[in-house]
């Protein structure tokens, strides 16, 4: 759109000035006022113009900035980590979206038995998470011989982390969504259709190891924020 609007602004100011260049008998009356009303309208015209042809290049900066972030983030693989309602999901799907990465949400790699567990408010074991892990990690495995992914996944625990980033040789990144129990068992008592209950909030925060080289993001911000400050920090 903004290329094309200097452009044809360009050419209507060129006209303009021509056809108040032209002689006086063939357009334009005795009146001496027209020929400063021709001349503003042209002066007009061409400070449209260049704005909008410093619209034109800074959209397309933006999009160069977004194209190189995109191309400097991909063959990586990101997780989002964090106790459950930290809002891993949400964030993890809006930039595995700004940087086109797949996406993968660790709760479709549970076993019904472990979220029947969940459930009923019975916290997992090690036992219970280890086929979980293992099969997160042969799917970052196979993701990483492509493109790369981003991963929303709990990742609670340093040994968890070990399995998720076995046998992963490119880039690999940990975002830590940090927030108080207060606010995140509130987000969790508001959402519905969730087979993880409030009441193993505390086992999780209990669990919680956080990893010393993670990107660490305060969730009090919007999913947005959040977004273009984990960028930020990857390039």
């Known amino acids: 759109m903004y ?62 900035e977004r194209k190189e972030a995109r191309k400097l983030m991909q063959n990586c693989i990101i997780y989002v980590m964090g106790v459950s309602g930290s809002g891993k999901t949400t964030v993890g799907e809006k930039l595995a979206e700004k940087i086109a990465l797949p996406f993968f949400d660790a709760d479709d790699f549970h076993s019904a038995a472990n979220k ?12 219970d998470r280890q086929s979980w892990l293992n099969n997160m990690n042969q799917a970052a495995r196979e993701q990483a011989k492509r493109s790369g992914a981003v991963f929303a996944c709990s990742a609670l625990k340093k040994k968890y982390r070990t399995v998720l980033s076995s046998g992963i040789s490119i880039p690999l990144y940990w975002v830590f ?47 947005d924020e959040i977004v273009d400050a984990i960028i930020s920090q990857l390039h």
């Open 116 to 127: 029947q567990k969940m459930t009923a408010s019975i916290p997992l074991t090690d036992e």
């Open 3 to 64: 290329l094309t609007v200097p452009i044809l602004l360009n050419f209507v100011v060129s006209l303009s000035c021509t056809f108040s260049s032209l002689p006086d008998f063939l357009f334009r009356p005795k009146n001496t006022k027209t020929p400063r009303i021709r001349l503003r309208l042209c002066d007009i015209l061409a400070f449209f113009a260049v704005i909008a042809s410093f619209l034109n290049c800074l959209t397309q900066r933006t999009r160069r």
């Open 177 to 223: 969504l940090k927030g108080s129990f207060e606010l995140i068992k509130k987000r969790m008592e508001e959402r519905k259709d969730h087979f993880m209950p409030p009441d193993l909030l505390s086992s999780q925060f209990a669990d919680l190891q956080i990893p010393d080289n993670s990107i660490t993001i305060d969730i009090t911000k919007s999913p």
